[in-house]
């Protein structure tokens, strides 16, 4: 190594040497410095406040309604930003008060950003808009510049609550718009005023119209009356309690159930628009229902009444009102009708039709107008031991069948053996005629059918048959029943324990009648231009009326009934119904009976009153009182026509089987004559009255093989027009 380089290596180990040591001692100054500042630190004592410290708010104009104010909090810190936030943040606590405008915000502590005029509040949040809207929830983040609050539940506050003289708001979360007043939900909320609770899963409310809208799941809960309503959108106003319908809803009530899909619903009133297709079931405690349908329909649960309407309008799908009473199985079809459910009344105009359904041949009637109600019927039975026995089936002559069965509960007498019964039923025989059930009951104003008669498809009189001059019948002989003093002598005369005997008179009095029963029949009255039609049976009038206690129906003012061949018209005509037919006719006055035979000849029978019994739709018996006369147009043992019979008398009857005449009876006196049907003359032929109105008999058409009537369509016959305007 030569000289130089071992110079150079030497002063490069100087440098280095002295490079270090400076280091070193730097580190060794600075730590000295740091412990002789630790030890001014520790020896430093901070003097106490004088007085406490509370933020200073600066002083400007604090009803700015752009601008979130700090009013009051009892301490505030200022944080420094962090390095990539330059947004200035205060953290306040205690009684902590916010204003914007006339808004008010408290809560128990807040973050404070007034650089961007929002704010995040915390525990016990109260809001207050006015005087009138209360806000309360656990949590708040509020946006001053879009005026947009965001609430939510928690400890402080199990649920928010949005309270105005309206209502009461219930959500878990709630969006609350300032300048609209209008609370969002969308995770379930509750609604509540001092008629109604309403629940969905999304809905919003403004506080300031009143107005509040529900979306998915809406249930509204009516406190006054106990109705249901079900449905996916509703709106609904908190002042005047009124829910506009605007999807499929479903409307339950204590007896009521109703469907529609458009509508307004007064819950103050409980009263119901529907604007669209909706049904109305109504259910009696029976659970018996009475169903209404109509293109619009108005409820009104006050008086129980109900308007339904069929559409009018044109571009719009039109169907008819319908009216069904699943109890008495009636069917009423129209335009418009009107239902009392309270008196059980309906109402149908505008080409209404009655179909009545209870019967394999249903029954239709026609008219301008159909009412229709219940009426009460009532049943008694003697008052003697009223349900207190029930006796079987028995003969008069042989009591070894008679069983009895008496009540525990007996209030009138102790049992009586068999023996004192047979006595007591002996002297009752003259009241009990017949017995023809388990048990003996007495109906009121029942009504007396003679036996079933037959009728024929036409009035035939053969060589054999027998019109003669008769006298009159004989009065029939009168059963002789016991009088009540027979009947009284023959009750055993038993003491009751702990009571008197009972006197004559007062057991006189048990055998009154008392009620035992009341039950609903329906009505029917169909006015002006009625008409109703079977298979069987088709008749016109103006007004017809039809009860069903005692299957009559009364035809008023030109009636004309129709049975296969045969009409019948007069000045009123009463019939009784059997099952789907008539078995009973009656014409109290200026009766007339045609029936055509041939071209243009008809048997024509005319008179005062008729009356006629029928078997299975066809003629059995008749009878007719006073001016009677006849044209008839007898049919010959070869099924052919030759003569022309025509008799006048006072009084007739006729008696048929397997529809063919039997015998004719006419007295006290007859006067006819035969005409060979070659001498006939055209005035021979009919009787003054006589007119065949089949033009404005109901028919039947067949279309794509189904059979329909022509009125069933709410057609009227220009001929009927005429008929009834005559």
Same mark, same amino acid.
């Given at each position: 190594m030569t000289r130089y380089q071992k110079g150079l290596l030497g002063f490069i180990g100087v440098m280095l040497l002295t490079f270090f040591g400076n280091i070193a001692f730097c580190a060794f100054a600075q730590q000295v410095k740091k412990k002789e500042a630790r030890k001014k630190e520790e020896t430093y004592t901070r003097p106490a406040p004088s007085k406490p410290i509370k933020p200073i708010i600066p002083s400007q104009n604090r009803y700015q309604s752009d601008k979130v104010f700090l009013e009051y909090a009892d301490s505030l810190y200022k944080l420094q930003p962090a390095w990539n936030d330059t947004t200035e943040r205060q953290i306040v606590t205690g009684n902590v008060k916010f204003r914007q405008g006339s808004l008010w915000m408290f809560c128990d502590s807040a973050y404070y950003y007034p650089e961007i005029n929002s704010l995040d509040a915390f525990g016990h949040i109260?809001?207050?808009?006015?005087?009138?809207? /209360?806000?309360?929830?656990?949590?708040? $983040?509020?946006?001053?510049d879009a005026k947009l609050a965001k609430l939510t539940k928690g400890p402080s506050e199990p649920k928010v609550r949005l309270k105005d003289p309206g209502g009461e708001l219930l959500t878990d979360t709630l969006d609350y718009d300032v300048e609209l007043e209008t609370g969002f939900y969308g995770c379930g909320g509750l609604l509540k005023d001092d008629v109604n609770t309403l629940t969905s899963i999304f809905g919003q409310y403004n506080s300031r119209t009143k107005d509040a809208e529900f979306f998915y799941d809406v249930e509204l809960i009516n406190h006054k009356d106990n109705f249901t309503l079900l449905s996916d959108t509703l709106y609904y106003n908190t002042a005047t309690h009124m829910a506009r319908i605007d999807s499929p809803t479903d409307?339950?009530? #204590?007896?009521?159930t109703i469907y529609t899909s458009k509508g307004w619903y007064n819950t103050q009133l409980n009263n119901l628009e529907m604007l669209h297709r909706s049904t109305i079931i109504h259910k009696d405690s029976l659970g &018996?229902?009475?169903v209404l349908e109509g293109d619009s329909i108005i +409820?009104?649960?006050a008086t129980r009444i109900s308007w339904a309407y069929q559409y009018r309008d044109i571009t719009k799908l039109s169907q008819p009102t319908i009216i069904t009473d699943t109890a008495n199985k009636i069917i009423l079809i129209s335009a418009f009708g009107m239902y009392n459910d309270s008196t059980k009344e309906a109402f149908a105009t505008g080409y209404p039709l009655l179909k009545e359904y209870? &019967? #394999?041949?249903?029954? /239709?009637? &026609?008219?301008?107008?159909? /009412?229709? +109600?219940? &009426?009460q019927d009532t049943i008694r039975v003697p008052k003697f031991y009223p349900e207190k026995f029930v006796m079987e089936p028995f003969s008069a002559d042989n009591f070894e069948y008679l069983e009895l069965q008496y009540s525990e509960d007996s209030e009138f007498m102790p049992p009586i053996s068999k023996e004192e019964m047979k006595g007591l039923l002996i002297s009752m025989l003259g009241i009990i005629k017949e017995v023809n059930s388990p048990k003996i009951e007495v109906e009121v104003d029942s009504i007396s059918i003679p036996d079933s008669i037959e009728i024929s498809d036409s009035i035939n009189i053969s060589d054999n048959s027998e019109i003669s001059e008769i006298s009159e019948p004989s009065e029939k002989s009168e059963s002789i029943e016991p009088s009540d003093s027979s009947i009284i002598s023959n009750i055993p005369n038993r003491q009751i324990p702990g009571k008197q005997p009972p006197v004559q008179e007062e057991i006189k009095e %048990?055998?009154?009648?008392?009620i035992k029963e009341?039950?609903? $029949?329906?009505?029917?009255?169909?006015? #002006?231009?009625?008409?109703?039609f079977n298979q069987d049976i088709q008749g016109v009038a103006d007004t017809l009326e039809i009860y069903e206690n005692d299957s009559l129906m009364y035809m008023k003012r030109k009636p004309v009934v129709w049975n296969d061949e045969r009409q019948v018209n007069g000045e009123e005509i009463i019939l009784h119904f059997n099952d789907t037919t008539v078995d009973y006719a009656n014409l109290p006055k200026s009766g007339f009976m045609a029936e055509h035979v041939d071209e243009d000849f008809y048997n024509q029978l005319s008179g005062k009153k008729m009356e006629a019994w029928f078997e299975d739709s066809y003629l059995k018996r008749l009878y007719v009182d006073g001016n009677v006369q006849v044209i008839m147009l007898p049919m010959e043992n070869d099924s052919s026509f030759n003569k022309l019979v025509d008799a %006048?008398?006072? $009084?007739?009857?006729v008696d048929l089987e397997n529809k063919q005449v039997q015998k004719i009876k006419m007295w006290p006196e007859v006067t006819g004559n035969a005409t060979p049907i070659f001498l006939i003359k055209k005035a021979q032929k009919y009787l003054p009255n006589f007119r065949w109105l089949d033009a404005i008999r109901p028919k039947r058409t067949v279309i794509d093989g189904v059979v329909r009537w022509d009125d069933e369509l709410g057609e009227i016959p220009e001929e009927l027009e005429m008929y009834f305007l005559e």
């Open positions: 109260r809001m207050e808009q006015g005087d009138t809207l /209360f806000v309360w929830a656990d949590q708040l $983040y509020y946006n001053g409307i339950y009530g #204590p007896n009521d &018996r229902a009475t +409820y009104d649960n209870s &019967r #394999p041949d249903t029954l /239709f009637l &026609r008219a301008d107008s159909i /009412f229709t +109600y219940i &009426r %048990e055998i009154e009648m008392v009341i039950r609903d $029949y329906h009505i029917a009255k169909a006015y #002006p231009r009625a008409r109703f %006048e008398s006072s $009084y007739m009857t």
